[in-house]
């Protein structure tokens, strides 16, 4: 019988919430780790008993945890992240230059094929690979030292490599996000990195069209088309069709181009979730209704999906990495909230019910599917 | 035997007692102290201090007979007391917020 296994970080440890393949009826563990922020964690698409999670706090900093039963046990690993070499500088938000500093792990992305290699996104941005099932941690050095390097400025939230993307078709490909530098692909397994982010507009930079500089939130992309990405910028939604040659955007009727998470539907590459927000700086949904949008069209066309969701007074935020979709069919969404709410839905999207209400604010949401 | 006084995150990290005990061979300093920590829980190599420049952490203190030595050079000799075991050396969680 199929199952579903929803990874859940939040500010004070991890929840772990399965559920058969109907999705009805909910087992709840944890807090894993409570009292730590868990950022972010993510199981191995080679191993569904593989978890690894990034745990920390501002006392005792970063940490990282692997879990060889799927969940029930955690043990740390290695959770030493230098840079490689003299870090040099970036800029920081006076316009100074700043060196490099490490603060966190925002995401783990576990490779699609191996078990003990994973991807991590850190701040000050920075890629870091470790292929010993994380007891030891490399920097992937080209993208930090990459020749615009020293001209990306932090965002509101830190200087954070936040997504990454991994090409099934193609292990060489890599695409990760930086807020606020952009997008950058490699087709060299990691050694060699370039921006694309051609079609990007931010009127929040000096030049709204440069190469670098965008406050990218999100992209995510479908495995059977992964020249396709959409993104969820600072402001836009954009989609490229050429592996983010260019972007253009497809944000059409949604009551707010704001927002953070961005996702596929797990079966029709052309279904795009987004949840809009209010901003600048209110961080909530628009009107107090939480709602999500999702496309059929990839893009431009978008339907609100409110069903089971709060219509009135609700003013929770939905950050970068609270977003996932299960592989069933009909394919189920989650998402969780900084109230401590994580909404389910069984039905693509149809109609949604809280898995959970009174957690710890939602840092992150992963799926595992599970046969 | 130096006595070590953890704070309940870094215990349960640790999975130690309140007190753990340990052997610190030469002079007992701040970094030779932790130097023998690390060693012996190798999980909390970069919890007290930063794994790049071996610094304290910003909200980790570091008390012993009712002073705080937190400000004092790692390489500084601990208190007599404290390298005969008849007081403990205390890692602290800063008080803060959230």
């Given at each position: 019988m199929s199952g579903v296994r929803v990874l859940v970080g939040t500010r004070k440890g991890a929840f772990v919430l399965e559920s058969d393949g109907k999705r009805q009826r909910w087992d709840v563990s944890g807090?894993?780790?409570?009292?730590?922020?868990?950022f972010h964690l993510k199981a191995s698409p080679a191993d569904p008993d593989r978890l690894y999670a990034s745990q920390g706090t501002s006392w005792f900093g970063q940490l990282i945890q692997r879990s060889d039963d799927g969940g029930k046990t955690w043990e740390p690993v290695g959770n030493r992240f230098v840079y490689d070499g003299v870090p040099g500088t970036h800029l920081w938000y006076d316009g100074t230059p700043h060196p490099w500093e490490f603060a966190r792990v925002w995401h783990l992305e576990p490779s699609l094929t191996d078990p003990n290699t994973v991807y991590a996104g850190v701040e000050d941005a920075a890629l870091f690979r470790t292929t010993d099932g994380g007891q030891t941690w490399q920097e992937l050095a080209g993208l930090r030292t990459h020749e615009s390097a020293h001209s990306w400025q932090p965002g509101a939230g830190g200087m954070c490599l936040h997504t990454i993307l991994l090409d099934p078709s193609d292990r060489e490909r890599l695409f990760v996000a930086i807020s606020s530098a952009g997008t950058f692909r490699s087709d060299d397994d990691g050694r060699t990195w370039r921006p694309v982010n051609r079609g990007l507009r931010s009127e929040q930079i000096p030049n709204p069209t440069a190469e670098v500089g965008h406050c990218v939130h999100r992209i995510a992309m479908h495995r059977a088309r992964p020249d396709v990405l959409f993104m969820q910028k600072h402001w836009d939604v954009m989609r490229s069709d050429d592996a983010g040659e260019s972007w253009r955007e497809v944000s059409g009727n949604l009551p707010s181009d704001f927002g953070f998470p961005i996702d596929v539907h797990a079966n029709e590459p052309e279904t795009v979730y987004v949840v809009p927000i209010k901003s600048d700086s209110e961080h909530y949904p628009p009107d107090g209704k939480l709602r999500v949008y999702r496309s059929?069209?990839?893009?431009?066309e978008w339907e609100a999906l409110t069903n089971?969701?709060?219509?009135?007074?609700c003013y929770v935020n939905v950050l970068r990495d609270a977003m996932a979709v299960d592989a069933l069919d009909p394919c189920g969404v989650y998402f969780g909230t900084t109230g401590g709410q994580v909404y389910a839905s069984a039905d693509a999207g149809d109609r949604w019910a809280p898995i959970?209400?009174?957690?710890?604010?939602?840092?992150s949401v992963e799926v595992q599917t599970l046969s | 035997m130096i006595r070590v006084v953890l704070p309940p995150h870094l215990r349960k990290l640790a999975r130690v007692d309140r007190e753990v005990t340990l052997d610190v061979e030469g002079e007992v300093t701040q970094r030779s102290l932790l130097d023998a920590l690390e060693a012996r829980y190798p999980m909390l190599r970069g919890t007290i201090r930063d794994q790049g420049t071996q610094r304290r952490r910003p909200f980790v203190r570091f008390f012993a007979c009712e002073e705080?030595?937190?400000?004092?050079?790692?390489d500084t000799p601990l208190p007599e007391a404290v390298v005969r075991g008849a007081e403990p050396f205390l890692v602290v969680g800063a008080m803060a917020g959230g």
């Open positions: 807090p894993h780790f409570g009292g730590w922020e868990i059929r069209t990839g893009g431009n089971g969701l709060p219509q009135r007074d959970v209400r009174d957690l710890p604010a939602v840092l | 705080d030595l937190s400000h004092e050079p790692p």
